[in-house]
């Protein structure tokens, strides 16, 4: 398949997700989570684990913007200042987010992260593994074909050198559905692991991180 040229299923599923967040009015469900606040950050904040200093962050799937505003004011509170990007396959859900974040509207962008050509490069990207269009498989939360590829496009071209690209699974609490073992996962892929974090009791959210080094293309 063609970067560009995501089934027209797994387009229909992205359109249906962003009527459902617009529906929601807490920016919380507005960005597809329901357990509250208290879950909210101890679900998202160990994403934190990977960002050791000051840096561009960007999230992939960033919907109306909230995890970042978040991400930026858990990092304040310890003593690093992230500057946020956002990326939304959803047009309603980009200017959501630019009208819950004026002074950030040039940051916020829409595109589909799996033909997406960045425009810059960031120090940290943030990104799931559902926005890879899923062949013929459960488009639940398992990790499709085109996943590696998906990877190694946003490393080669979204992350600096010295950079990190950072991956996240979102397991369910409701339905029981633990969060994928990201560094099986991506180890499978051929990736180097740097590390990994994980959040909610019981474990609800995984995170693990890859690095781009310095010296790469
Ligand atoms: C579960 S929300 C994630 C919200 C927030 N970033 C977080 O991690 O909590 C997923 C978002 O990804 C967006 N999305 C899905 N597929 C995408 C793709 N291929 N490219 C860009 N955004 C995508 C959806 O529109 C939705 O807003």
């Known amino acids: 398949m063609q970067a560009g040229s995501p089934p027209a299923e797994f387009r229909e599923q992205q359109r249906a997700l962003e009527r459902a967040y617009l529906a929601e ?47 930026v004011a858990w990092a304040g509170e310890r003593g690093i200042r992230l500057n946020p990007y956002g ?41 799931l593994l559902e926005y890879v269009p899923f062949l013929g498989e459960s488009p639940d939360i398992r990790p499709g074909p085109l996943v590696r590829l998906y990877l ?18 979102y ?20 990736f180097q692991v740097a590390g990994t974090a994980e959040g909610g009791s019981p474990i609800t959210t995984r995170f693990a991180w890859v690095d781009r080094h310095e010296a790469g293309p």
């Not at 597809?32 to 960002?51: D, H, K, M, N, Y």
């Not at 990326?87 to 004026?102: E, F, M, N, T, Y």
């Open 87 to 127: 990326l939304d396959v959803g047009a309603r859900l980009i200017d959501l987010a630019k009208h819950r974040w004026p002074e950030r509207a040039d940051q916020l962008w829409v595109g589909d992260a799996w033909s997406w050509n960045p425009p810059r490069r960031f120090d940290y990207v943030y990104t």
């Open 25 to 71: 009015s807490d920016p919380i469900r507005q960005s597809g989570f329901s357990g509250g606040p208290r879950r909210w950050r101890a679900e998202r904040e160990p994403i934190l684990e990977a960002v050791p200093a000051d840096g561009d962050f960007l999230d992939i799937g960033c919907a109306n913007g909230y995890l970042l505003q978040c991400l």
């Open 152 to 169: 190694e496009r946003l490393l080669g071209k979204a992350v600096r050198p010295g950079g990190r690209l950072i991956v996240g699974s």
């Open 171 to 190: 397991g369910s609490r409701s339905r029981g559905v633990p969060p994928l073992d990201l560094r099986s996962t991506l180890e499978d892929y051929g």
